[in-house]
């Protein structure tokens, strides 16, 4: 059984950081792109950072600079340390899964999908 659990969400001020962690169980992912994803009240999930196989990243223009997307050499866990955090940062991250080797950027395109970790930054 695929699993995929992602934890280290919370409350924090804006201006400061949490790391997100994506525990990946029930398959071998070494060659999994593993994304993170955010989905804000009344909005569409929208892509934040993906890492492919070969250890390239890539950030959504809106992240790009204060989140860093990284892997464990197990490739069993991904972690987003997300720093300057900014109110509208505030969503539900969600990490993901897809057997494709490159970078995609839409949603529907992953296959395994984790319930998610609740991030709120106040003002």
């Known amino acids: 059984q695929v699993q995929l659990v992602e934890s280290g969400g919370g409350l924090v001020q804006a201006g400061g950081s949490l790391r997100l962690s994506c525990a990946a169980s029930g398959r071998t992912f070494s060659t999994y792109t593993m994304g993170w994803f955010r989905q804000a009240p009344g909005k569409e999930r929208e892509f934040v950072s993906a890492?492919?196989?070969?250890?390239?990243?890539h950030y959504a223009d809106s992240v790009k600079g204060r989140f860093t997307i990284s892997r464990d050499n197990a490739q069993t866990t991904v972690y987003l340390q997300m720093n300057s955090l900014k109110p509208e940062d505030t969503a539900v991250y969600y990490c993901?899964?897809?057997?494709?080797?490159?970078?995609?950027?839409?949603?529907?395109?992953?296959?395994?999908w984790g319930q998610g970790t609740q991030v709120t930054v106040s003002s």
């Open positions: 993901a899964a897809g057997n494709f080797g490159t970078v995609r950027r839409d949603a529907r395109d992953y296959d395994y």
């Open positions: 890492i492919i196989w070969s250890g390239s990243t």
